[in-house]
């Protein structure tokens, strides 16, 4: 799904990008996600020697929730997907007499506050996301064997103002929804600190 970038923010005092992403979901309200890329932190990792060498930078990104636009973008997600909604397992007559008019809304699903997730920029360096276009990939991982594991690419071209939020692979799905549907402030990052 593609984004115009409608905020952005350099912070200096945390050398961070602050982003906010947003979409039309035809017919829906505008859907949408912040996310807080740092430019300082990212570790380098080279595969391969030369002209075939595969750079890779690591380091964490954080989503942030917009507020509704970020509930209609999970719901939006979850119902592609094939997710019951929340509103599925709570339906009783009293929510049906408060629905709003906004369907996606309505079936009650919550982004978190925060997800804290590990990132990887693929033959782009996410310190230099003013300069260049970055494509990363972003894990969301308990560090559980077995545990609840999601991937999902990111790609920011800051100098056009667009951004897209693309599935990894279908079998993701469901672990996805699970992350951005978990309340409050999320650590998906095994291999960094939490919010």
Same mark, same amino acid.
């Given at each position: 799904?593609? /984004?115009?970038?409608?905020?952005?923010?350099?912070?200096?005092?945390? &050398?961070?990008?602050?982003?906010? /992403?947003? !979409? $039309?979901?035809?017919?829906?309200?505008?859907?949408? /996600?912040?996310?807080?890329?740092?430019?300082?932190?990212?570790?380098?990792?080279?595969?391969?020697?030369?002209?075939?060498?595969?750079?890779?930078?690591?380091?964490?990104?954080?989503?942030?929730?917009?507020?509704?636009?970020? &509930?209609?973008?999970?719901?939006?997600? !979850?119902?592609?997907?094939?997710?019951?909604?929340?509103?599925?397992? &709570?339906?009783?007559?009293?929510?049906?007499?408060?629905?709003?008019?906004?369907?996606?809304? $309505?079936?009650? +699903?919550?982004?978190?506050?925060?997800?804290?997730?590990?990132?990887?920029?693929?033959?782009?360096?996410? $310190?230099?996301?003013? *300069?260049? !276009?970055?494509? %990363?990939?972003?894990? /969301?991982?308990?560090? %559980?064997? *077995?545990?609840?594991?999601?991937?999902?690419?990111?790609?920011?071209?800051? $100098?056009?103002?667009?951004?897209?939020? &693309?599935?990894?692979?279908?079998?993701?799905? !469901?672990?996805?929804?699970? +992350?951005?549907?978990?309340?409050?402030?999320?650590?998906?990052?095994?291999?960094?600190?939490?919010?």
């Amino acid at each position: 799904m593609s /984004f115009e970038i409608v905020d952005k923010v350099y912070d200096e005092h945390e &050398n961070t990008w602050r982003l906010g /992403f947003r !979409a $039309a979901a035809a017919p829906y309200e505008p859907v949408g /996600f912040n996310a807080d890329i740092p430019t300082v932190g990212w570790k380098e990792q080279v595969d391969g020697e030369g002209d075939d060498a595969f750079h890779s930078f690591w380091g964490p990104v954080t989503l942030r929730s917009r507020g509704h636009d970020s &509930n209609r973008l999970l719901a939006l997600l !979850a119902d592609y997907y094939g997710a019951p909604s929340p509103q599925d397992k &709570n339906d009783s007559w009293l929510p049906k007499l408060f629905r709003r008019e906004d369907t996606l809304l $309505a079936t009650g +699903w919550i982004f978190p506050q925060a997800i804290n997730c590990f990132a990887v920029g693929i033959q782009s360096n996410p $310190a230099l996301l003013a *300069n260049d !276009a970055v494509h %990363m990939k972003l894990f /969301f991982d308990d560090g %559980m064997e *077995n545990g609840h594991y999601a991937e999902v690419f990111l790609d920011i071209d800051l $100098a056009r103002g667009l951004g897209a939020l &693309n599935e990894k692979d279908e079998e993701y799905r !469901a672990e996805l929804i699970h +992350w951005l549907s978990r309340p409050g402030k999320v650590n998906a990052n095994p291999y960094g600190r939490g919010e």
